[in-house]
């Protein structure tokens, strides 16, 4: 049976699977974004946006996939001749860099291999030789489904008084993040990860000092405009209406579950993807102490093409998953487990997988990994 998308186990990296009510808010006809009724939406998603972050503040949603979120701050808050920071571990920790590059010119970048940890003592380094203006740091690199350590540099980047931006595309939502007591002046999220809505949306949370700080160097982007329409129940240009609508029902759906339900279904996911990998004899890609919650990376197996595992995982037993992007092509294959993915999903797809390395005579132990699946799953009880 051919791969049909309609029904199949969806588990890329995100975007993410979109639950029916999601999809069903997007039926509408044409709103006038300047009427009524839409100021009414916008003011609901205005009131369920501290939901997602887990806190209230400034917090704007842009019409443009995560990046424009990324660029709306880095745009926003750095300054061409003062000091950055990048930090750099995978494929986005490297697209975090190339665009503070547009905005700044005193940019120091501080990298690891891909699928390292962060190099906590050189960025302790270079936060303490002093006039940094911002700290750019990817959260969940979902390149290598690997979560860097916020935690430990949070306190000298507050130390060192410099703005602490984050890329939370693939983490709010999905693993948690402490804004307040990180300290973090900028988390951008992603609607098509952990929220599980369509991609195409951004939303940005700011902590006062970032709004105050605020000298937009884009016009689209423009923050201090988005908070100004926002204000209003409104947004500076035509939204994106039928996405809006999703991100309010999505954004209903994580309120109904709560933000530490659904951080806590996830990490269960992650733990049982994780114990079922290395139940079938697979191994992690990025240094297992920092796995990611959201996005679990194997190495794939010598000898096992990986082009030719997702097809017929895909095309045989209806599952989806992602392979590595740039030097990772073919290395790895990447199944992500947030949002609104299940169990069920889990089980499918590490059946699929325990009968792929089965034909290739790799299996150690028949039905080792789906029991770590149903051993991760919630008691009965
Ligand atoms: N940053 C991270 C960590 C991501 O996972 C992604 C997308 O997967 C991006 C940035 C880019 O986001 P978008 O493709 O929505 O612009």
């Known amino acids: 049976m051919p791969y049909d998308p309609e029904t199949a186990t969806f588990l890329i990296a995100?975007?993410?699977?979109?639950?029916?009510?999601v999809l069903?808010?997007?039926?509408?006809?044409?709103l006038n974004h300047r009427g009524e009724y839409f100021h009414g939406i916008v003011a609901e998603i205005r009131e369920l946006l501290p939901?997602?972050?887990?806190?209230?503040g400034a917090q704007v949603v842009l019409s443009g996939s995560g990046t424009s979120g990324l660029e709306a701050v880095y745009s926003s808050l750095l300054r061409r001749g003062e000091r950055t920071i990048t930090v750099s571990n995978g494929n986005f920790g490297e697209r975090t860099d190339a665009i503070c590059r547009r905005y700044c010119e005193q940019v120091t970048t501080v990298s690891a291999p891909w699928g390292q940890p962060l190099?906590?003592?050189r960025i302790r380094e270079e936060l303490a030789r002093g006039d940094v203006r911002a700290l750019c740091v990817v959260y969940n690199e979902t390149s290598v489904g690997l979560r860097n350590d916020l935690a430990a540099i949070a306190p000298d980047v507050r130390k060192a008084g410099a703005l602490f931006l984050?890329?939370?595309?693939?983490?709010?939502?999905?693993?948690p993040c402490p804004i307040g007591e990180w300290g973090i002046d900028a988390l951008v999220a992603g609607s098509q990860k952990g929220l599980a809505a369509p991609a195409g949306l951004a939303m940005v949370h700011l902590?006062?000092?970032?709004?105050?700080?605020?000298?937009?160097?884009?016009?689209?982007?423009?923050?201090a405009e988005h908070l100004k329409s926002l204000a209003n129940n409104d947004t500076p240009w035509t939204p994106a209406v039928p996405l809006f609508l999703a991100l309010l029902e999505a954004l209903r759906l994580l309120q109904e579950e709560g933000l530490a339900t659904r951080l806590e279904r996830t990490r269960a996911m992650a733990l049982a993807s994780r114990a079922a990998v290395a139940a079938l004899g697979l191994e992690l890609f990025p240094d297992p102490a920092h796995a990611s919650d959201t996005v679990t990376a194997v190495r794939n197996p010598p000898g096992l093409d990986d082009a030719r595992l997702r097809k017929v995982l895909a095309e045989r037993y209806q599952v989806l998953l992602q392979g590595g992007q740039g030097a990772l092509k073919g290395k790895i294959f990447r199944i992500g487990h947030m949002g609104i993915a299940n169990w069920a999903d889990l089980l499918v797809t590490f059946a699929g997988l325990e009968r792929i390395l089965a034909h290739a005579g790799r299996l150690p132990s028949p039905g080792a990994g789906l029991g770590a699946i149903s051993a991760g799953m919630p008691s009965a009880g």
Request: charged share 20%; aromatic share 6%.
């Open 51 to 56: 939901v997602l972050f887990g806190t209230q």
């Open 207 to 223: 902590s006062e000092r970032a709004v105050g700080e605020l000298r937009p160097a884009t016009f689209y982007l423009d923050l």
């Open 119 to 121: 190099p906590v003592e």
């Open 24 to 30: 069903r808010a997007m039926s509408t006809p044409s």
């Open 14 to 21: 995100g975007p993410v699977r979109i639950h029916p009510r």
């Open 166 to 175: 984050v890329d939370g595309i693939s983490a709010v939502a999905g693993i």
